[in-house]
């Protein structure tokens, strides 16, 4: 069945380092593929997306690459702040479902 | 734009007692509508989905159930609640009823179960 791999964290960074968030996937066809933010005591909220291989989505300075040769759509951002800090979900979504599939999350804490 | 509303935003219930949780969503027609609960420290288990007025997908056996008398309304509801329905329940929607594209997320409910 579909699934949705994500690095284990959590993940503490100092502020201006390097961020990446490991996500790996497995589906049928041709999914699209998304990254969440989750921040303390509020909803998800869509950060950036990609419907096809080789796209790459980015918002806010965090950019994922979708990449149907490995499977993966690793999430980046070149330096970090400590207003990042926030739980970050990789989802899926196969064609023809109705739901979308979720890691289990990766928790961000950048430390000034 | 579109708007989704959940509420209440905290509730604090005993063991045994009725929940109901409302969802509502503005400025689109037709969503799909999704419930969904986050344990402590956990991620996203979807409970609910729904693509249409009336009809509900249940993805978890469990006590709790949902409805959706209209189309952008989306109630999640027990009759006796347990200690381990303590939670974030998070509403969600799509834009296309039948076909899966990114969700939308409401500001969650924290239910307390004591």
């Known amino acids: 069945g579909d699934s949705v791999t994500q690095m284990e964290g959590p993940v503490t960074l100092s502020e201006e380092a390097f961020l990446t968030i490991n996500c790996t996937y497995t589906?049928?066809?041709?999914?699209?593929l998304f990254w969440y933010v989750q921040y303390p005591g509020e909803g998800l909220q869509l950060l950036l997306k990609?419907?096809?291989?080789?796209d790459k989505g980015s918002n806010k300075g965090f950019e994922a690459t979708y990449r149907k040769e490995t499977t993966s759509f690793h999430l980046e951002k070149g330096s970090v702040q400590v207003s990042d800090s926030a739980v970050y979900f990789c989802?899926?979504?196969?064609?023809?479902?109705?739901?979308?599939?979720f890691g289990t999350g990766t928790r961000l804490t950048v430390i000034p | 734009s579109q708007t989704i509303h959940q509420w209440p935003a905290t509730l604090v219930q005993p063991v045994g007692s009725p929940l109901s949780l409302e969802c509502t969503v503005e400025?689109?027609?037709?969503?799909?509508l999704y419930w969904y609960r986050q344990a402590a420290g956990r991620g996203l288990q979807l409970l609910f989905y729904?693509?249409?007025?009336?009809?509900i997908s249940s993805e978890v056996p469990q006590n709790l159930s949902a409805s959706r008398p209209q189309d952008r309304q989306f109630i999640l509801s027990s009759k006796k609640l347990l200690l381990s329905d303590s939670g974030f329940y998070l509403c969600?929607?799509?834009?296309?009823?039948?076909?899966?594209?990114?969700?939308?997320f409401g500001p969650g409910t924290r239910l307390t179960v004591t």
């Open positions: 969600a929607w799509s834009p296309l009823a039948g076909r899966s594209y990114e969700q939308y």
């Open positions: 589906a049928t066809g041709y999914p699209s």
């Open positions: 990609a419907t096809k291989a080789d």
């Open positions: 989802a899926l979504s196969s064609t023809g479902a109705n739901n979308l599939f």
């Open positions: 400025g689109t027609s037709n969503p799909n």
């Open positions: 729904s693509v249409g007025i009336g009809q």
